[in-house]
Every structure is written in C-alpha cells, then in structure tokens.
C-alpha cells in the first residue's frame, strides 16, 4: 500500500490524456477553448494578484509592521519569484489544467497530488470568501457615497458583528448591526447580502464562458491598472518623510518600529497579496501557446505587481503614521480621508470594487478546472470533469465552486479566511519547489521555457552556513530561544526548529544530488514565510488536511486511474 500511495503519474501519459481530450473536442465532444494569448494570460495574473491584498489586508499589514513592511513585501516577492519560475517550469513540461495539483502527481506522487489540490481548494475557493467580503465593505461605501444605504445587518457576516458587539467595538456599524438585526425565532439574522450577490454573478459568468470572462478581465484590469498609478502619483505629494521613521514604544524613530518580529507578524496578510499569479497555469489547457506563454505571464505579472505594491506601501507609510492604520480595512480610500481628497475616496471604491472583482473571477475559475484534473484521475467522482456542451466550461464543478463559497460567507469572517488561505498556499508552493527538483533535467527546447540551472551542490550549502553564522552573529538569543517555549513564542520557535532542520537536511541533498538552485531558492524562502504562522493557523490546516485525507481514503484511491496500471 505504502508504494501505492506514492504512485506516480507519468508526464507522457499527462500529455497524451490531455491531447485525447483536445482531440475528442475538435471531433464535437466538449472540451476547452484555446483562446488565450500571452496578453490575455498576464492580465489574468495581474488581475488575481492586484485586488484584496493591495485594497484590505494591505492595512493590517502596515499596522504590524510598519513602513519595514517593504521588507517583507520584497521577501514575499522573491519567494514568489522563485516560486514562478518553478511553476514555469512545470507549466513548459506539461501544459494541462490542474497546476500545481498536476505538478505534484508526476513528481510526489499521487498522495502528495490529493494533499496539494485539497490545499488548492482553499486558495481558490476559501480566498475567495475574503475577497467577497473585501468586495463588499468597498461596494457599500461606495453605495454610502451615493446616498444608497443598506441594513448594516446585510453588509457584515455574523461572527464579525457579534465580537464586536461582545467587545464594546468602536466600529459603529459592527455594533449596530447586531443590536438592529431581526430575529428568526432567537437567531439573529445576519449575513453580507453584497458578497452574495457577487459570487452568484461570477459563477454565472465563468459558467457562460472563458472568452466571455477573458473579455470581461481585461477591461478591469487596464482601469484599475491606471488607477492605481494615479493613486500612487497623487499620494505621494501628500507623503511626509517623517512617517517613514516613526517612533516606536521606546520613543526610538525607525523605519520597523516593531522589528523583525513585528515585519514577520504581517506575513499573512502580505503573502495575501501575492495569491494569485499561480492562477495562471490553471488556464493551460484554454492558452493558444501554454508551453511558451504561460511561464511569461507568471513572472511578467509577477514583477508588475510587486512595483506596485512597494510603491503603495511607501506611499500608505508617508501620508500616515503606521498606527493610524489599525483595524482599517480600506486603506487606500482612508489616506484620502485624512487628506481631504474627496474625489480620491470616491474613485478609489470604484477602484476597489473592479480590483476585486477581476480577482473574483480569476480565482473562480481556476478551482473547477483543478476539480475537472482530479476528476479526469479517478480522486473524484465522473461528474466533476462534465462540460457544458454549449459554453464549454466544466460546469458541475463551476457550480460546486460557486456554493463552496457562498455558504461559508454566511458564518465565517475575514480574519479566520485570511489565514487559512495564505497558509494553505505557501505549502503548496513548497511542494511545487520541492516537486522541481525531483523530475529529471531535460534539455533546452527552443520556444519553450527552461528553468536556468545552477548547480546548488555547494552554493546552497554554503548559503546555509553563512546564513546560521549571521544570524548567531547579529543574534546570539535566536537559537538559544527555541529551548525557551511558552505560550507566546511556542508556534514560531517549533516551526523554526523543523524549518532549520529541514533546511540542513535539504543542504546534505543538494551537496549529494547536485540539486539545482533556484528552486531549493524557492523552498527555503517559502518555507521561511511559513514560519510566521500561528499555532492557531496550523491546527486549522492540519484539520483540513485530515478531513481531505479520509475523503481520499474513501474514495479516491480506490477509484484512481493508476489502478488500472499497477
């Protein structure tokens, strides 16, 4: 059994499924379109990455880090950045729909595959649930803004009015939104009527068809593009150099009033910012040329997107002291409050919600194409894979998608949603990294990506050494600190301790195997970030983990493909 579970789905047999399917569509069958050019791919990344992160949980963000926040942004970037040139690299060797779920069954094997596309569901679908409620607070201030009011009840989910209702909140809407709300015989009712309504419209849109939804992306994507310039541009004749040294609790100026500690706190809500640009590969089987494109379209988005976020970030920190950023969850427009820039406030919830909606989309249509994958192995039943005879979109699992959304809005909040999610994807990331370094190097075919190799057999040894040194040098406290677990530090300094141990075992594996560089680069940065979770945020994803386990059990590997190989 144990060889079983680790079976694995050879990249020849990915490619000629993929062509069947390609073949039975061009014979009258269902199957996708291939419509998507590198233009329309890159819009795609841009409008998944630019949106939620860069509109709400940038604020958060700030607050706990300060104008040091660049820092973690950067570090965000660069492991995203290695990140994509592994998903480049897997997307170059087999262009199929499914990402990085794909990536892991041919390199993993076909547990690793289930983990990472039960882990897919909740970057996707469960961050999607963020981005609704994100999409909402903006879509009722600009409501506000018009003189169109709707019931405070019907703009906020339950568990956000009833904390703030428990702790005396300051936040008015919150608390009124509880004290006003009707009765349904002793509960209370309310739920975010705003975020609803837009997941239905999405769903139907990506349920009428990719094209449609191309079309629809693009158009948002060039608007908020321009307006986020003109955010940027306009912000930054109202920075004051002094904000970007505030003083912190010892009455010091610096740029990172809360430290390291306080840059490293901020990593969920900055890593939040990149989900998105892994999107991308989802769409290999609906792009013209994916083995060309879609790597480009990942790391072009990739490095559009990070500009903007620095330049944003330093742009929030000048108009503004860090602390007058705690618990807003519309930054952008609060700068222009502030200031007195009526008009900025205005534009900028128009901003919002086109931001956010394109990120809606992206994301909603990544996670049915993930499920048509899983279907087309045997892990899940028949009926995820069906396409739509007419629209040519995997319509059940669009469907799934849209409801896997909608009822968790109805209890659960941002907060517990932003977690989970950021979590959930940088553990995929390590596997796509780690998945890179287990498939044979090919030879470079021209018009097609091919990762640069590095030999990483002592650089990245060496790396780890001098990274050790530094830190024992500049902090002799660090290591010594992981013998020292309490309550406060007991998360970090376990997921540190398995971080370095993993790190030294990865370097002794580099040194024999010869591994190449930039994605044991891509493993050690993501792995890094994941060490500013939580206690709280690993208990969580462990349980959905061991809930997607017993579903694999009970299904899935029963019914896998690979059964009929083995």
């Known amino acids: 059994m144990a060889h079983s579970l680790f079976r694995k789905k050879n990249i020849n047999k990915i490619l000629t499924d993929a062509a069947t399917n390609e073949e039975a569509a061009h014979g009258g069958a269902s199957g996708l379109k291939r419509v998507l050019t590198l233009r329309d791919l890159t819009f795609f990344g841009i409008a998944a990455i630019i949106g939620a992160g860069s509109f709400s949980s940038l604020g958060e963000a700030v607050f706990k880090g300060g104008p040091g926040v660049v820092f973690l942004f950067i570090m965000c970037a660069v492991a995203c950045g290695f990140t994509a040139l592994c998903y480049a690299e897997f997307a170059s060797r087999i262009p199929v729909a499914g990402s990085a779920y794909t990536y892991a069954y041919a390199s993993f094997g076909e547990l690793f595959a289930w983990i990472i596309g039960w882990a897919l569901i909740m970057e996707y679908s469960i961050g999607n649930i963020y981005v609704a409620f994100s999409w909402s607070d903006y879509f009722t201030s600009f409501l506000h803004k018009i003189n169109i009011h709707i019931p405070d009840y019907l703009t906020c989910s339950y568990m956000e009015a009833k904390e703030a209702f428990a702790n005396n909140s300051s936040n008015e809407e919150l608390v009124n939104a509880w004290t006003s709300a009707p009765l349904l015989g002793s509960l209370k009712i309310i739920f975010d009527l705003p975020a609803l309504i837009i997941n239905l419209l999405i769903t139907t849109l990506v349920y009428v068809g990719v094209k449609e939804s191309r079309n629809f992306s693009n158009v948002m994507v060039v ?52 989900i998105g640009f892994d999107a991308v590969s989802v769409m290999a089987e609906e792009s013209k040329n994916p083995q060309r494109d879609l790597p480009r379209s990942m790391i072009l988005s990739l490095v559009i997107c990070t500009v903007v976020y620095i330049l944003l970030t330093l742009v929030l920190t000048g108009v503004l002291n860090y602390r007058q950023f705690e618990g807003v969850g519309d930054p952008l427009a609060r700068i222009f409050e ?15 919600v086109i931001a956010m909606t394109s990120v809606l989309l992206v994301f909603q249509m990544g996670q049915p194409r993930i499920w048509m994958s899983m279907s087309r192995d045997g892990l899940l039943p028949p009926v995820f894979q069906k396409i739509h005879p007419k629209f040519q979109t995997p319509s059940f699992s669009t469907i799934i998608t849209g409801l896997l959304v909608a009822i968790p809005i109805i209890f659960t909040d941002k907060t517990f949603v932003l977690d989970f999610t950021s979590i959930a994807t940088l553990f995929a990331f390590v596997l796509v990294c780690g998945g890179v370094l287990l498939i044979p190097r090919k030879e470079g075919v021209p018009g097609r990506f091919n990762i640069p190799y590095i030999n990483g057999k002592y650089l990245f040894p060496l790396i780890i050494i001098v990274a050790i040194a530094l830190i024992e040098y500049y902090n002799r406290n660090y290591f ?16 540190s301790i398995v971080f370095w141990l993993v790190m030294i075992a990865v370097a002794i594996a580099a040194f ?48 896998s493909k690979l059964n009929e190989i083995i």
Request: include cysteine.
């Open 512 to 559: 024999i195997k010869s591994f190449s560089l930039i994605p044991l680069l891509g493993l050690s940065s993501c792995m890094y970030l994941l060490t500013g979770m939580t206690g709280e945020n690993w208990a969580w994803f462990a349980s959905w983990l061991a809930l997607g386990l017993i579903i694999y059990f009970l299904y899935g590997y029963k019914k």
């Open 480 to 495: 010594i600190g992981f013998f020292n677990i309490n309550e406060d530090n007991a998360s970090f300094n376990i997921s």
């Open 338 to 352: 502030v200031t007195n820039v009526g008009w900025m406030q205005f534009l900028i919830s128009i901003i919002a």
């Open 223 to 274: 608007l908020k593009l321009c307006a986020v310039v003109l955010v940027i541009a306009v912000g930054a004749y109202y920075v004051d150099p002094a904000n970007w040294h505030p003083v912190n609790d010892a009455g010091v100026r610096s740029f990172s009033p809360n430290g390291f500690a306080g840059i490293m706190s901020a990593v969920s809500g900055v890593f939040f910012a990149y």
